[in-house]
């Protein structure tokens, strides 16, 4: 989820901006991807979320921050773009106003555009009493969203096509520390099926129904680039 008080842009010029910062071309015909960097493989290695029956979620975020920052910042290098990393901000329960705005309602996690800001509850269903790799691609959904800004993509802020590109961008940072993480192919599928549970298959449609969430996941996971991303051609069927 994502604070943004900017108009969308018309939807030709999200597509051309997204693609090209992404690493897409268009040609006389269909879009095709060029080779890409994939994102660096690194080390992330989880910390333990309580100890002795005493929650520990900053400790936990901090870490994973650690290592987004790190392997964004490296991905950034390599491509020759400017880096910078986003304010996070900690709260042990909700406040009445942030960014300027009011909290939102049933949040999780949740980037402020325009202030690079990620805010990180330590409390709630989202990280409070869980073992699984939900908090883990919460923040880095998040994080893809400051990577969005930081390329740009900013214009098509409450789209879908938005929401699951960060989908994607937390699939390839999953996939290029996965080999250091202690978990199994069930884990894995675990956090495909809570990431499935959280579509939208009701009334609200701002971040995709849950096949499609782990449509791209799953996409950015495979490929561990950002290149595998391009959420804004893709047929309204993938998006949805």
């Known amino acids: 989820m994502l604070l943004n008080v900017h108009s969308p842009a018309p939807r030709a010029l999200v597509a051309l901006v997204a693609l090209s910062v992404l690493a897409v071309v268009l040609q006389a015909g269909p879009v095709e991807a060029v080779a890409a960097p994939r994102l660096a493989r690194s080390a992330c290695p989880e910390t333990p979320m309580s100890s002795g029956g005493i929650p520990r979620s900053r400790e936990y975020l901090t870490a994973l921050l650690k290592c987004l920052d790190k392997s964004w910042s490296a991905h950034f290098r390599r491509t020759g773009r400017t880096f910078r990393k ?5 709260y042990d329960e909700p406040v009445r106003e942030v960014c300027g705005f009011a909290w939102p309602e049933h949040a999780a996690a949740f ?6 800001t990620l805010v990180l509850p330590l409390t709630g269903a989202w ?7 939900y908090p883990f691609k919460v923040a880095a959904h998040e994080y893809g969203h400051h990577v969005q800004s930081l390329l740009g993509v900013r214009k098509g802020a409450r789209s879908r096509r938005y929401e699951l590109q960060a989908d ?10 996965w080999p250091s993480l202690s978990r199994t192919r069930q884990d894995w599928t675990a956090l495909l099926d809570t990431t499935r549970a959280t579509g939208d ?12 969430r782990v449509r791209w996941l799953e996409r950015g ?8 991303c391009d959420t804004w051609s893709a047929p309204a069927s993938q998006v949805s």
């Open 86 to 90: 986003p304010v996070v901000r900690y």
């Open 111 to 116: 980037y402020c555009i325009g202030r690079d």
């Open 127 to 133: 990280i409070e009493d869980r073992t699984d790799l």
């Open 168 to 177: 994607c961008l937390a699939g390839a940072f999953l996939g290029s520390v």
């Open 201 to 212: 298959e009701g009334e609200e449609h701002s971040h995709g129904t849950g096949a499609n």
């Open 221 to 228: 996971y495979r490929a561990v680039s950002p290149a595998a």
